[in-house]
T-cell receptor, first 115, second 116 residues
Framework: ETGVTQTPRHLVMGMTNKKSLKCEQHLGHNAMYWYKQSAKKPLELMFV???????ENNSVPSRFSPECPNSSHLFLHLHTLQPEDSALYLCASSLYSGGRWNEQFFGPGTRLTVL | DQQVKQNSPSLSVQEGRISILNCDYTNSMFDYFLWYKKYPAEGPTFLISISSIKDKNEDGRFTVFLNKSAKHLSLHIVPSQPGDSAVYFC???????????????FGQGTILTVHP
């Protein structure tokens, strides 16, 4: 049990579909992150939410739309994706305390396939 | 240009021997270094970290070494076990507050295989 859950674990969608990925953390953390992992590439940071406020958008196309309604939940809304968007999407959370950032805890990821 | 590089895509080691995983970085602003382990179909799991004010940190079988002058980080696993077989990622970030928001930059990973 990592304390960070993601649903669904697998998702297959067409290019015209709209879907959402969900992430929930049960660790009392105050920052949440979306990462993309494509084959043979490093984890790429997509978005950062700090205390529910989006503080980073790492040049991500607008077909990916994040939402953070509270510090425990994070969504990634998907719309009109391309086949090259097929990847593992990972959510993570971390805690800022005592003037420093602590390590990030990851969820199991959602394996997305765009047809 | 990749800021964090793991130049060995894979490493094969015999059970009981030492595994040494390496990582090089270019950004001297990093002050916090981490290693993660990832099994297939799971998210990365935090293993061990080191602050830039140290050159070594140990946790059981895992030791991380930091050489700031060479901008080099390594993870030693002794003794290696078959259950250690996984992908290992190094990551760097800024530990202190400010605008970093705990962002991490990851290497591309090294696949470690420990043979019985």
């Amino acid at each position: 049990e990592t304390g960070v859950t993601q649903t669904p674990r697998h998702l297959v969608m067409g290019m015209t579909n709209k879907k959402s990925l969900k992430c929930e953390q049960h660790l009392g953390h105050n920052a949440m992150y979306w990462y993309k992992q494509s084959a043979k590439k490093p984890l790429e940071l997509m978005f950062v939410y700090n205390f529910k406020e989006q503080t980073e958008n790492n040049s991500v196309p607008s077909r990916f739309s994040p939402e953070c309604p509270n510090s425990s939940h994070l969504f990634l809304h998907l719309h009109t994706l391309q086949p090259e968007d097929s990847a593992l999407y990972l959510c993570a959370s971390s805690l800022y305390s005592g003037g420093r950032w602590n390590e990030q805890f990851f969820g199991p990821g959602t394996r997305l396939t765009v047809l | 240009d990749q800021q964090v590089k793991q130049n060995s895509p894979s490493l094969s080691v015999q059970e009981g021997r030492i595994s040494i995983l390496n990582c090089d970085y270019t950004n001297s602003m990093f002050d916090y270094f981490l290693w993660y382990k990832k099994y297939p179909a799971e998210g990365p799991t935090f293993l061990i970290s080191i602050s830039s004010i140290k050159d070594k940190n140990e946790d059981g079988r895992f030791t991380v070494f930091l050489n700031k002058s060479a901008k080099h980080l390594s993870l030693h696993i002794v003794p290696s076990q078959p259950g250690d077989s996984a992908v290992y990622f190094c990551a760097e970030g800024a530990e202190a507050g400010g605008t970093s928001y705990g962002k991490l930059t990851f290497g591309q990973g090294t696949i470690l295989t420990v043979h019985p």
